[in-house]
């Protein structure tokens, strides 16, 4: 399985024509919650005491890292690196969506016309190096974003900024091609380091080969001691020039953030347990119910807390490569979604914590369901000929098998759509007019994928269908991600609130040939294209709705993905005798790295012949 996430920290949607002035925060849709001058954000603990230590286990898949720039393509950073050690023009609450607030800079003013967004840097801001963040580093970030040597999602992410101007040291103008709401956030999210980064004997490498240069950036943390493939510990910039800034406030408590580094999940499991570190996040169900005990569970040292949220659900899926041609048959994806038994895997796998993802904006003002209104046919109808007649009907429900719905109906309906594409079942196998035997590979990074989806492999079975199961280790798994070399995998994409521009990454026409892009079902529509293209350039919440819901429906009737779950809290377990956490759990927490911003170390560190436990 792999997680992916857009590359901007904020993945938004667009800008009015209506006069703007220079100003505190940015929002996408009205105004702020925080006017200009606020003392603090409002889920934070301005008392909290700094100092101690949180030990984390990695949140990456990756069993070691080989470099310090998290940019390039090539190779691992370390887990956390680039939210500790770089900030940004603007930053975000935890409490509202489509909102930044000034952290690098002082104010952003977006241009009447809304081909323009000018940033004023704090005068205080200073790289760790002590030199100060000047408008030529913003500057030289984006354009070495921009550049040949960095993950192409940056690109496709920033394609409409036309470029970037100095107007004097400590005042940033990014130029824009459309009008677009998205950009002020996208640009103002970007992580800024210095132009000192890199540079050896008064000359500058090419960023490819900025491989273990320690990253020269403004945030909260510096990297401390690292053992190379076990641990790496980031340390709290004492002179942190933002401490006392009204978003920075009660954040970054921690003196040490150590991050270790565990070879599979049973290691982890067994490592927390022992009491190695403070903190881990689950997303197995079964782990989460049967298998996090023990005796510091038992003592109350550790605690299993779920923490309820409203983010958007995501739309984990399975992905179908349409770039293989048994897969470029829409009938035939729609028959392997028919095959997926969800119901029978949330009761026998799951305990019931699961809900089923139905589109691309789960519980966001995007989720779409129904007939498509006046507004969507609207754009959907030019593209007609694009696609399938079932897009201009309601929105499609994933398959169910309780009820009135059984497996068995599901896959009768599958043969007939399998039937129809050219395939029929000879001797117990599917084969086509060729006499070509379905047989598909199912790639993986984990062997214990197996047993999630062994069921949907058996009901495939039933229809002549081989699944095959290949567990690959995660650099290969990358690698072949990367080229698109595989049938069928898993992703784990976030969702937003705000959609815009990295859909163009997901979905774009142009992305399906770019290598390491992240259009894994090679979706190559010009419909798609045109769908993405109203949704990022929409002046109103009103033209940007229709356009997520069109394109919604075009993906969904493609069955380009398989919709699989997705859970409303995350799951994690922490050590009450060492942490401490604030009154109010934002509505949009992140989870373990809402941990890191926001909570702190008791003081001092409470035993077992000390401690009391805290009711939550």
């Not at 809304?114 to 963040?133: C, I, Q, Y």
């Not at 007609?384 to 169910?400: H, V, Y």
């Not at 309906?413 to 039937?419: E, S």
Request: a neutral charge; aromatic letters at 12%; glycine letters at 8%.
């Amino acid at each position: 399985m792999r997680f992916y996430k857009s590359l901007g920290l904020w993945g938004m949607g667009l800008l009015t024509c209506a006069p703007v002035w220079a100003a505190h925060a940015y929002a996408m849709w009205g105004e702020p919650a925080l006017p200009a001058g606020f003392d603090h954000l409002p889920y934070v603990n301005v008392s909290a005491p700094k100092g101690g230590e949180i030990r984390l286990v990695s949140n990456l898949r990756v069993s070691t890292f080989d470099k310090y720039n998290p940019f390039t393509v090539r190779g691992s950073a370390p887990a956390y690196l680039s939210g500790m050690m770089f900030d940004s023009l603007l930053t975000g609450s935890l409490a509202e969506t489509g909102v930044a607030y000034g952290l690098l800079a002082v104010d952003v003013d977006v241009a009447a016309d809304g081909l323009s967004a000018t940033f004023r840097l704090n005068p205080k801001a200073r790289f760790h190096n002590g030199k100060p963040v000047q408008a030529q580093d913003v500057k030289h970030t984006f354009d070495t974003l921009v550049g040949p040597f960095v993950a192409p999602g940056y690109k496709t992410l920033l394609i409409d900024v036309a470029g970037v101007d100095v107007v004097d040291d400590r005042t940033v103008k990014f130029r824009f091609k459309n009008p677009n709401r998205e950009l002020p956030l996208t640009v103002g999210g970007l992580p800024v380091f210095s132009r000192d980064w890199g540079v050896e004997d008064g000359k500058a490498k090419d960023f490819d080969k900025v491989v273990m240069d320690i990253p020269i950036g403004s945030g909260p943390y510096k990297i401390g001691p690292v053992n190379f493939g076990k641990d790496i510990t980031y340390v709290r910039d004492q002179d942190y020039w933002a401490r006392d800034l009204n978003v920075r406030k009660g954040t970054a408590n921690f003196d040490r953030v150590m991050v270790k580094i565990y070879k599979d999940n049973t290691a982890r499991l067994e490592a927390l347990k022992a009491g190695e570190f403070d903190l881990m996040r689950f997303f197995s169900a079964g782990d989460w119910a049967r298998r996090v005990n023990g005796k510091k569970f038992d003592s109350g040292e550790l605690v299993k807390g779920e923490f309820e949220n409203r983010l958007p659900s995501g739309f984990q899926s399975f992905v179908l490569n349409t770039r293989k041609p048994m897969l470029s048959d829409v009938r035939v994806r729609e028959a392997l979604g028919l095959a997926f038994d969800f119901e029978w895997m949330s009761r026998q796998l799951f305990y019931g914590s699961y809900k089923r993802v139905h589109g691309l904006f789960g519980n966001t003002m995007c989720e779409t369901s129904g007939l498509p209104s006046p507004a969507e046919l609207a754009l959907l109808e030019p593209w007609a000929k694009d696609l399938p007649p079932s897009t201009f009907g309601p929105m499609p429900e994933p398959p169910r098998t309780d009820g009135e719905a059984t497996l068995r109906d599901n896959l009768r309906r599958a043969q007939a759509l399998l039937k129809s594409a050219g395939w029929e079942v000879k001797d117990g196998v599917l084969r086509n007019a060729q006499g070509q035997a379905m047989v598909l590979e199912y790639m993986d990074s984990s062997e214990t994928g197996i047993k999630t989806f062994s069921s949907w492999i058996r009901n495939l079975q039933k229809l002549g269908i081989t699944l095959r199961f290949r567990a690959v280790d995660f650099a290969l798994y990358q690698q072949r991600l990367q080229k698109f070399d595989f049938d069928i995998t898993t992703i784990a994409y976030q969702g937003t609130n705000n959609p815009g521009q990295e859909f163009f990454d997901l979905f774009g026409s142009t992305a399906a040939d770019q290598e390491d892009s992240g259009n894994f079902p090679g979706v190559k529509n010009p419909a798609v294209d045109a769908m993405i293209k109203a949704m990022v350039s929409a002046k109103t919440k009103e033209q940007m709705l229709p356009a997520c819901h069109a394109l919604d429906r075009i993906i969904a009737n493609g069955h380009y993905l398989i919709p699989q779950y997705y859970g409303g809290a995350h799951r994690i377990v922490y050590n009450d005798w060492r942490l401490e956490q604030p009154p109010v759990v934002p509505p949009y927490s992140n989870g373990e790295t809402w941990v890191i911003d926001t909570w702190w170390a008791r003081m001092p560190p409470l035993t077992a012949a000390t401690a009391a436990p805290t009711k939550r």
